[in-house]
C-alpha cells in the first residue's frame, strides 16, 4: 500500500476543495478508503469513509457539505468539500483500511480562512 494524496490548499470560507487520494498497490474487495484530518492541538478524526462497494459514513461535522467517492478502476478515492469553514483547517491524511490494518499517506494541508 503507496497512498498519495493531492488536492490541499488554501480557501475561504463557504468555498470548494477537491482532495484526492491514489493507491498504487492493489485494491480489495475488503478494503475501506476515507480520510482522517487533524487540526492544531486537537487529535486525528475521521473525516468520511468508503468501503469497496460504495457505502459512506461521513462525521457529523461535515454531514452535507463534505462528499467521499471512490474510482476501484484508479484506486482512488475523493473528497468533495464544499461550503468550507476555518474548523475545517487541518491536515488531511488519507487512510487505506484492509483487514483490521490501516495505512495512511502523507498529509496535505488544508487551510480556510475567514
Known amino acids: 500500500v503507496q497512498l498519495q494524496a493531492f488536492g490541499g490548499g488554501w480557501v475561504q470560507t463557504g468555498g470548494s476543495l477537491r482532495l484526492s487520494c491514489t493507491n498504487s498497490?492493489?485494491?480489495?474487495?475488503?478494503?475501506?478508503m476515507g480520510w482522517d484530518r487533524q487540526a492544531p492541538g486537537k487529535q486525528r478524526e475521521m473525516v468520511a469513509t468508503?468501503?469497496?462497494?460504495?457505502?459512506?459514513n461521513v462525521a457529523d461535522s461535515v454531514k452535507g457539505r463534505f462528499t467521499i467517492s471512490r474510482d476501484n478502476a484508479k484506486n482512488t478515492d475523493y473528497l468533495q468539500m464544499n461550503n468550507v469553514k476555518p474548523e475545517d483547517t487541518a491536515v488531511y491524511y488519507c487512510?487505506?483500511?484492509?483487514?483490521?490494518?490501516?495505512?495512511w499517506g502523507q498529509g496535505t494541508q488544508v487551510t480556510v480562512s475567514s
Open positions: 487512510r487505506y483500511s484492509i483487514f483490521s490494518r490501516h495505512f
Open positions: 498497490g492493489s485494491i480489495f474487495s475488503a478494503d475501506v
Open positions: 468508503i468501503d469497496y462497494y460504495g457505502t459512506t
